[in-house]
């Protein structure tokens, strides 16, 4: 797009943004504490970074207190930031780089700085972004810069399409030249609202009305939803076959035993009709002689015992004939 197009679409820009927001007047603060709210507002709305820069402020002791802490701790405190942890964390960064290269938590003399040498020294401090030191050059350092960050960034490609180059750099070539100087804290304040939006919700339809009203051209950039990707249906598993049950063998009546009869579950025996006398046993017949139990069936692998006893021999116990004895010597 060529410089004198992007130029028309910022003044253009400006315009749209000022019907649908409030431009917004930074707080006459430290240095210091304005590079600590910077980092608390990237990426969010003013209102919150308001509240955090509150809370953290007025909760703690001083921001040597803040420092020690860890940034669980402070994240913690400002659960309602869209990143808690990387605000807090850069706002830590910054108050650590900063007391380390001094000792103290004073950077006025900041401001008597050339603006060139302010800047880098702002840059060195770790947790300083591009949007920390674009906000402090335009807020506290007297210099004209539109503090860009990844929600302002978004906006402008969707505007004017922005390069590789550019979005690596966080920069947007012609923006500057556009927007007075005069203009610049009031238009940063608009963009930055608009680009918190979008991180809030990219595919807010009141989003995309305000990028199409600026630039109607501008369709093919705005953020769409990507539809789901249909997985394909598994087939369905085969039933498991029915196990047949295995049968148990019953148990072997042990020899010599008979099985009982299987008794009947639930029945009682009958009993005997009322008035009726009971049956005596039938008396044995005269002369009849009482049968002899028979014997107990022998036990499976006992020797039987012999029927009879046997006689000893006659000739047992008898001395051996005379006849038979040896003569002795005289």
Not at 107 to 128: D, F, M, R, T
Not at 171 to 198: C, Q, W, Y
Not at 306 to 325: M, V, W, Y
């Amino acid at each position: 797009m060529s410089t004198s197009n992007r130029a028309a679409l910022f003044t253009k820009a400006h315009k749209v943004l000022k019907k649908y927001y409030k431009p917004v007047e930074p707080i006459e603060r430290p240095v210091l504490e304005h590079l600590l709210y910077a980092c608390l507002l990237e990426n969010t709305h003013y209102e919150q970074a308001d509240k955090a820069f509150d809370l953290l402020k007025g909760s703690l002791f001083d921001w040597n207190e803040v420092r020690v802490s860890t940034v669980k701790e402070l994240a913690e405190m400002v659960p309602f930031l869209p990143d808690a942890m990387a605000a807090v964390g850069n706002l830590r960064k910054v108050l650590f780089a900063v007391f380390e290269s001094q000792y103290s938590y004073d950077l006025e003399p900041l401001k008597k700085l050339n603006l060139g040498v302010a800047q880098a020294k702002i840059q060195k401090y770790a947790g300083s972004t591009p949007f920390v030191v674009g906000y402090a050059t335009q807020v506290t350092l007297g210099g004209h810069c539109i503090p860009i960050d990844r929600g302002s960034m978004g906006v402008l490609n969707i505007i004017v399409d922005v390069t590789d180059k550019e979005r690596k750099e966080v920069t947007v070539s012609g923006l500057e030249r556009a927007i007075p100087k005069n203009k610049g804290i009031e238009f940063g304040s608009l963009l930055h609202a608009l680009g918190a939006d979008m991180m809030a919700n990219p595919y807010s339809t009141n989003l995309h009305k305000i990028l199409l009203e600026i630039n109607p051209d501008a369709k093919d950039r705005l953020p769409k939803r990507h539809a789901k990707k249909e997985t394909p249906e598994e087939p369905a598993k085969p039933a498991p076959a029915a196990s047949a049950k295995t049968v148990v063998p019953a148990k072997p009546a042990a020899p010599g035993k008979s099985a009982p009869p299987p008794a009947d579950k639930g029945k009682k025996p009958a009993e005997p009709a009322k008035g009726a006398a009971p049956a005596k046993p039938a008396a044995p017949s005269k002369g009849a002689v009482p049968a002899k139990p028979a014997a107990a069936s022998a036990k499976p692998g006992t020797p039987a015992k012999p029927s009879a006893k046997k006689e000893p021999a006659k000739d047992a116990g008898k001395k051996p004939s005379a006849q038979l004895q040896k003569k002795k010597p005289k």
